[in-house]
């Protein structure tokens, strides 16, 4: 990938995110190793593709063979239906009041695992004279959302064979499957293979059978069924510590805007959390909690500055962080500035963020804010 970025090009503020899709679709492709030739694979794209943007994460993601997309809500959905998309789209998380019309209206697969829900759909159905598309959710150990395998039952399987609306798949969700241990997920896989099997025995097994996240699509083939569902690991991101083969497609840049020198002694920032013990500089670059660069890592991350990795000192503001450069060194107005990703020798990824924050970088790069333009490069 390409490191100069012409500013001269980018009206606004120096601080952008982007996104490699070739590195996108080279993920894709890794993962559509793990898979037999019938096996299909969800590119998971909610939250705007983990912060990535999801229109052009779900479009490069199609062209390198991804056959459905996931998303969290109905809204995203509908986003990207009205872009164009015509791929199969399932709504992953628990819908609400309205959302089954947004659904219904732009022809999105459901989630379902409550008797209400059924009544949402029907009306949604009616409102809008579509074909509502199931899924029927079971909580096999997740413990969050989902129909516990007990209640399932012949009167869940006649509403769902209902003809008002297309019985699509049956579906689970893993909780631990990037932990260390094997033992909870195999529990689950378990409950849900039961859950499988009554409904074989009853000829009534929708088309679709789904259940693994990339950890698990990684790690446990066991779990791939007729599809699966991949966010984080198209993204580049590990699921767990010694995942293999992925390329993160983030960057997260920004420039030097001001140096200053200054003396041993002095304070910066809100609260005065850093005060210099030499003669040092200071540059500041444009981006603070309000674009997601945690308040948490004051004073504990870094930064690349033309590749070399500098701290970050004193609080980290709404709009600003202060990064510490020495003496002998040369920084200037203007500089590269890398957040998040590489640059020559070294790099800084979302998972190094995230364990300064206890965290995890689903939730470092989701949180990139909205003020943050995103540019899309394919390499
Ligand atoms: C977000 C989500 C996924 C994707 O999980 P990753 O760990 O990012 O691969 C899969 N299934 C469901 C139900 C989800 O909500």
């Known amino acids: 990938m390409s490191l100069s970025m012409p500013t001269e090009h980018f009206e606004g503020r120096p601080t952008w995110v982007r996104v490699d899709l070739g590195r996108i679709r080279a993920n894709v492709c890794r993962l559509r190793q793990q898979l037999s030739g019938d096996q299909k694979l969800m590119a998971v794209v909610k939250a705007n593709g983990y912060g990535h943007g999801a229109l052009a994460v779900a479009s490069a993601a199609i062209e390198a063979g991804a056959d459905w997309l996931g998303v969290a809500l109905a809204e995203e959905g509908a986003e990207l239906r009205q872009a164009g998309i015509t791929v199969p789209i399932l709504v992953l998380g628990p819908s609400h009041g309205p959302q089954f019309r947004i659904?219904?209206?732009?022809r999105l697969d459901l989630m379902v695992f409550a008797p209400e829900h059924l009544v949402a759909v029907s009306a949604a159905v009616a409102a809008t004279g579509t074909r509502a598309r199931l899924h029927l959710k079971l909580d096999t150990g997740m413990g969050r959302v989902g129909l516990a395998p007990e209640e399932l039952n012949d009167s869940w399987i006649a509403d769902l064979r209902n003809p008002a609306w297309d019985w699509v798949g049956i579906a689970t969700h893993f909780a631990s499957s990037d932990s260390e241990s094997a033992l909870a997920t195999r529990h689950?896989?378990?409950?849900?293979?039961?859950?499988?099997?009554?409904?074989?025995l009853r000829d009534a097994l929708p088309p679709e059978i789904h259940a693994a996240n990339s950890a698990a699509l990684l790690r446990y083939p066991g779990t791939h069924f007729t599809l699966v569902r991949a966010g984080l690991a198209l993204y580049g991101l590990r699921p767990y510590r010694d995942a293999a083969g992925l390329v993160p497609a983030l960057r997260w840049e920004s420039r030097v805007v001001y140096v200053k020198t200054v003396p041993a002694g002095f304070a910066v920032g809100y609260?005065?959390?850093?005060v210099t013990d030499v003669p040092m500089q200071l540059a500041a670059v444009p981006v603070g909690y309000a674009d997601g660069y945690q308040r948490i890592w004051s004073n504990?991350?870094?930064?690349?500055?033309?590749?070399?990795?500098?701290?970050?000192?004193?609080?980290?503001?709404?709009?600003?962080?202060?990064?510490?450069v020495?003496?002998?060194?040369?920084?200037?107005?203007?500089?590269?500035v890398t957040l998040i990703g590489e640059d020559g020798a070294e790099a800084?990824?979302?998972e190094e963020l995230a364990d300064l924050s206890n965290s995890i970088a689903y939730e470092v790069v989701s949180c990139i804010g909205q003020r943050v333009p995103r540019i899309w490069i394919a390499d």
């Open 103 to 106: 659904a219904a209206a732009h």
């Open 188 to 200: 689950q896989l378990q409950r849900f293979l039961n859950a499988i099997e009554f409904l074989r």
């Open 271 to 274: 609260g005065a959390t850093y």
């Open 300 to 324: 504990r991350s870094s930064v690349l500055i033309d590749g070399v990795r500098r701290p970050v000192v004193g609080r980290v503001s709404m709009d600003q962080i202060t990064v510490a």
């Open 326 to 336: 020495p003496m002998d060194a040369v920084v200037r107005v203007g500089d590269r």
């Open 348 to 350: 800084i990824s979302a």
